[in-house]
């Protein structure tokens, strides 16, 4: 192993902040890692972190040969990255990270299209709902709901995230049609949940063609991290749903399913489904494969079209 490569592996165990995590991301032996890093002080003849059972940090020496490490990286990037775009024909490995709902609808279809598209093209695909560190886990591409927060990225909105309260006619025979957001929120919902984020709230207009918003509680016998467990729920008659139209398959018809509260409005965000990637990943392969995926999804999005009348709803 050479001093670049190590030099590579001291910059994760710094943007991780553990030799643990590094180690997890490269799939090698934490001790293993632990070894190249002191490999590489000796070489080098300087100590780089200071170690303790609580946490890391970077010496002097390491603090300057942290930035130099991280041209390095952005030096050899841009010559893997100038080497692809000579290719006669795409090729190479596209690390993707995307929402869970929206991976394995999306996502999965958009692979599946482009490696028959360029058999020469590897991809690692990652579907979970947390936001990814996409610089400190290689990734090169991120989908998710919702704008980047981070100012090094790129966030290209590839469509709107449009999203509708929706329940099955069976809830609705059970529980008759309600015309209010205050007759709904008492009624059994089916609530999303992962990790810190639970949404237990719907937020619409105080009345129908109101642009003042109103926060109701909303509570149900289910709560769950996985947008098709709560389809499966909403086409038995469980709850209702506020749900993002991108997570659904096919019309709504189709599923047994009614929209609700049409006439009211939700509020104004600047959701959609975003492609986030880091400034100094602009290649031609992130290019192709954003493509796909627009290709894909249509314009406007075809998920507009599983709720019959949609655009005259929500307004």
Sequence with gaps: MGMSTRLDLFLDVVIQG????????????????????????????????????????????????????????????????????????????????????????????????????????HIKLVLEDRRADIIGEHFDIAFRIGPSRDSNMIARKIANSSSALLASKEFIKKYGMPETPEALAKLPALIYSSGDAIFNKLIISESPGS????????????????????????????????RGLFTLEKNIKEMGLVPLLTNYKFPETNWGIYAVYPHRNQTPLIKLFIETVQELIGTPPVWDNYIDGYDKMYI
């Design 18 to 121: 553990s030799f643990a995590k590094a180690a997890g991301i490269r799939n090698i032996d934490r001790s293993a890692l632990s070894k190249q890093i002191k490999v590489l002080e000796d070489d080098l003849g300087v100590r780089l972190l200071n170690r303790s059972t609580r946490a890391l940090s970077l010496t002097d020496a390491g603090k300057e040969i942290y930035k130099q490490a991280e041209s390095m990286r952005e030096l050899l990037a841009n010559t893997q990255r100038l080497a692809e775009s000579y290719h006669s024909t795409p090729k190479g490995l596209l690390r993707i990270t995307s929402s869970t709902s929206f991976g394995k609808i999306y996502i999965q279809r958009a692979i599946n299209i482009f490696m028959a598209k360029y058999p020469d093209i």
């Design 211 to 242: 642009d003042v918003m109103r926060t109701h509680n909303i509570s149900g016998r289910l709560e769950v991290n996985e947008a098709s467990v709560i389809l499966n729920a909403l086409e038995a008659g469980i709850g209702f749903s506020h």
